[in-house]
């Protein structure tokens, strides 16, 4: 069993993404998920930091952490370092005491510690229920005299770190690529949708409606191949460029430009297409043309693959259903107070 820690405020959407890369994923505290199993996929995850071995769970206070592992056994040779974890401020335990307590418990059977460089990381993550909110966000102490939350729930798990995700998101700023234009996916999101989509290693991501490229390089990044079109020709040239200078000349991709109502690929060329729908404002088309674009697009996309991740600032499953797909999973994630992204996941 592990451990997983959730990045972003939408643990459903983060549990959906880690689902690509893990097996039985559950959320079980506010920032915290637990799986059956995980792959070395899980270091290109966007939406979960770390993966640990699960030692136990218990009550989110530090007696009960404390006696969680004098009564685990604890199989690691070397060095050892432990780290505390409030998640995202939501139990008010304190956590320098956890490290002093947990680390005692340590020394007692043997192991040297090492805060620098250790050769095994025992993390101890508390976090209230599943969608708690921060004990300072509800006025609430941050030095609860049991570190408890304040409803009784929430739960600490013990984990030996095993992965970390590579990171590097900010590296990739769309401003600092080649070719820009207002409006560019942000890298996380877009790592997230191609694995929600399932893309890795032999699979190839198909983006109809690609832009400046940042869902492609983000596919062509996990080891996918990239197939994009654009109805523009600047669009099809910026990311041709974009992808060259971050996959490399010999990179696994072709970009054209296509009309997304009539692409010029074969019959299931794609594992998985995913493609963000140009909104109103963005694409200057309203009303019922964009409606019919966006059918066409995803009777398009469903002859190319037979799963397809769409973001948009409102819903079409009444045109995704129309088009033969069935809504596998529908995420609302408010960027700020005028829009909502929607991302449907879709299967045949």
């Not at 006696?67 to 956590?95: I, M, Q």
């Not at 596919?219 to 109805?231: E, I, M, N, P, Q």
């Not at 910026?238 to 010029?264: E, H, I, K, Q, S």
Request: proline letters at 3%; one cysteine or more; hydrophobic letters at 45%.
């Amino acid at each position: 069993m592990y451990v997983l820690e959730l990045g972003g405020q939408d643990d459903d959407f983060a549990a959906c993404e880690a689902a690509s890369a893990a097996a039985g994923v559950e959320v079980v505290g506010a920032g915290l998920a637990t799986a059956r199993a995980v792959t070395d996929r899980v270091r290109d995850l966007a939406f979960v930091h770390r993966a640990s071995e699960v030692v136990g769970h218990c009550d989110p206070d530090v007696a009960s952490a404390r006696a969680l592992l004098d009564a685990s056994t604890v199989d690691r040779e070397g060095s050892v370092a432990v780290r505390a974890v409030d998640v995202r401020a939501t139990t008010g335990v304190d956590t320098q005491r956890v490290e002093r307590e947990l680390g005692q418990v340590l020394v007692d059977r043997g192991f040297a510690v090492d805060l620098d460089d250790p050769d095994h990381e025992l993390r101890a993550l508390f976090a209230g229920p599943p969608g708690a909110e921060s004990t300072a966000a509800n006025g609430e102490s941050a030095d609860a005299a049991d570190g408890s939350d304040a409803d009784g729930t929430g739960v600490c798990v013990l984990g030996w770190l095993e992965a970390e995700s590579e990171r590097g998101f900010g590296d990739r700023r769309p401003t600092d690529r080649p070719f820009f234009q207002p409006g560019s996916m942000d890298p996380m999101l877009a790592r997230a949708l191609v694995n929600v989509a399932g893309a890795r290693e032999g699979t190839t991501v198909v983006d109809p409606m690609c832009g400046t490229g940042g869902v492609l390089l983000e596919a062509g990044l996990v080891g996918a191949r990239a197939v994009g079109s654009d109805a523009q020709a600047k669009m099809a040239r910026g990311t041709r460029a974009n992808l060259r200078d971050a996959l490399g000349a010999d990179g696994d991709f072709a970009v054209c430009r296509g009309d997304v109502t009539r692409l010029p690929f074969a019959d299931g060329v794609a594992d998985a297409a995913v493609f963000d729908v140009p909104y109103g404002r963005q694409s200057k088309i309203e009303g019922d043309s964009l409606a019919d674009l966006v059918g066409d697009a995803l009777a398009e996309a469903r002859r190319l693959a037979g799963r397809a991740v769409v973001v948009a600032d409102r819903s079409w499953e009444a045109q995704a259903v129309d088009t033969g797909w069935r809504v596998e999973e529908h995420f609302e994630r408010r960027v700020h107070r005028s829009l909502v992204r929607h991302i449907l996941v879709l299967t045949e």
